[in-house]
């Protein structure tokens, strides 16, 4: 892979910061190297950066950017922060108005050394692409483009007129991803092309926006068709059902992203989300939405907040989910169970509404643990992925839903791998009630 790499020390001043870099998640295409600068000090954090370099110097471990030739210059694929805290010490760019006076002083022996960068010189931009896809695509620490700088890096090749093989080949995922990931971010700008207030629309600008909740929404069974929306797989386009889906497509963006509501999440259901669709109480006025009766219990926050609660509509009122009733105050969460014919799934979360999580929280964890055993396994039965017939415990149904044997969601996957790195270790000390 790294066969026709070079690795040269390049004058500073010869390295042009990118104006495609996939951390740049802005609508307005940015013109110039101030505008990067610009960006970078609102959303990327810059000004820290800049005083770790001043009062550290160099990593030299770290440091190694990728360029690649362009002109009699260079452009850096790699490591555009770092960079542009070089260029901001050294005085080869200016600050932003509102950060004139926060850069710190350095020595001329600091400047000096800054003005040459070790770099490793790719043939060109594909080259890169499958190593930056590899460490970057997904959500969560710095070291990630983040959800819509993933998908706007796949839909930005894409436009250019990049065939569906070779973004494939680019990013190293498969075709069905790269679809996932163009129709996700067309989703998106279905969404900025909403009429929104300005405070609205701000929110729905930022780049680092958790729009991941409404697209997993509608990834459950039912959920497009009821909101009226549909993919165009062929023309990759998402396809609204005439102005009533536009309404309740915005409906949802007001409940999971322009002020979320508590207790109501990615896993929520419809009726939950919907119940009070076309009141008074559902509309947003600059950010503020009116959130009803409160959710189920404690749940675990973010995107990922537990969907069902005392409003939970017609499932509660039904006595699904094994005899639903609101969850009780500290609650694990309040999950009502849909097209899921599973005995075991139903009384473990039926428990969950029970028992008291900040009362028993070593109880809860196990509680946890087991519902996540459960549903994994379900999945894995459901779809003959256990060939041959293995005892299977939380981490080899983990592992198998993960992998290539099981048919879930890129978004799924991405959420189960980033719960083995993060979570697992933890739910296994619970079960020992440590």
């Not at 990067?36 to 471990?61: H, P, R, T």
């Not at 996700?184 to 680092?208: M, S, V």
């Not at 005392?310 to 105050?329: M, N, Q, V």
Request: aromatic content about 8%; glycine content about 10%.
């Amino acid at each position: 892979m790294f066969t026709n790499f070079k690795y040269e020390s390049v004058p500073l001043k010869d390295i042009a910061l990118d104006e495609r870099n996939p951390r740049i998640v802005s609508q307005t295409p940015l013109s110039n190297q101030g505008e990067i600068v610009s960006y970078l000090y609102e959303n990327e954090d810059l000004e820290a950066f800049i005083k770790k370099i001043a009062g550290e110097g160099k990593n030299v471990g770290a440091e190694r950017p990728y360029v690649v030739k362009k002109g009699t210059g260079y452009v850096v694929i790699e490591g555009n922060t770092r960079i542009a805290a070089y260029k901001l010490l050294t005085g080869l760019i200016k600050p932003p108005k509102d950060y004139a006076g926060t850069l710190p002083h350095i020595s001329d022996a600091t400047k000096k050394h800054l003005l040459q960068v070790d770099c490793s010189i790719a043939p060109d931009r594909d080259a890169l692409m499958p190593i930056m896809a590899s460490a970057h695509f997904g959500t969560g620490d710095k070291s990630k483009w983040g959800y819509l700088g993933s998908r706007k890096a796949v839909y930005d090749e894409w436009k250019g007129g990049r065939a569906l093989p070779k973004l494939a080949k680019l990013f190293h995922v498969t075709q069905g991803e790269i679809k996932e990931f163009i129709l996700e971010y067309q989703l998106y700008r279905k969404a900025l092309g909403l009429q929104w207030t300005h405070t609205e629309k701000d929110i729905l600008l930022k780049p680092n926006l958790a729009f991941n909740p409404p697209v997993r929404f509608l990834q459950t069974s039912g959920h497009k068709e009821q909101v009226g929306i549909s993919y165009d797989t062929a023309n990759l386009a998402v396809v609204f059902d005439g102005k009533e889906a536009e309404k309740k497509f915005k409906h949802l963006l007001g409940k999971l992203v322009i002020n979320p509501v508590k207790g109501l999440g990615a896993t929520a259901s419809y009726e939950a989300v919907f119940a009070d669709y076309g009141s008074a109480a559902s509309a947003t006025k600059g950010g503020a939405t009116k959130t009803g009766p409160a959710g189920g219990g404690a749940g675990t926050g973010g995107s990922s907040s537990p969907g069902a609660s005392s409003s939970g509509g017609s499932s509660s009122k039904s006595g699904k989910a094994g005899g639903s009733t609101a969850a009780k105050p500290g609650a694990l969460f309040g999950y009502p169970v849909h097209k899921i014919n599973n005995a075991l799934v139903t009384q473990l979360l039926k428990e969950a509404r029970e028992i008291n999580c900040k009362k028993y929280p070593a109880a809860a964890t196990f509680l946890l643990r087991n519902i996540v055993e459960t549903i994994l396994k379900h999945i894995v039965d459901d779809q003959g992925a256990n060939k041959t017939g293995a005892k299977q415990d939380l981490e080899s149904s983990l592992n198998l839903c993960i992998s290539q044997h099981v048919k879930l969601s890129h978004a799924d996957k991405a959420i189960l791998s980033e719960f083995k790195k993060d979570h697992l270790a933890y739910l296994n000390l619970g079960r020992t009630g440590t």
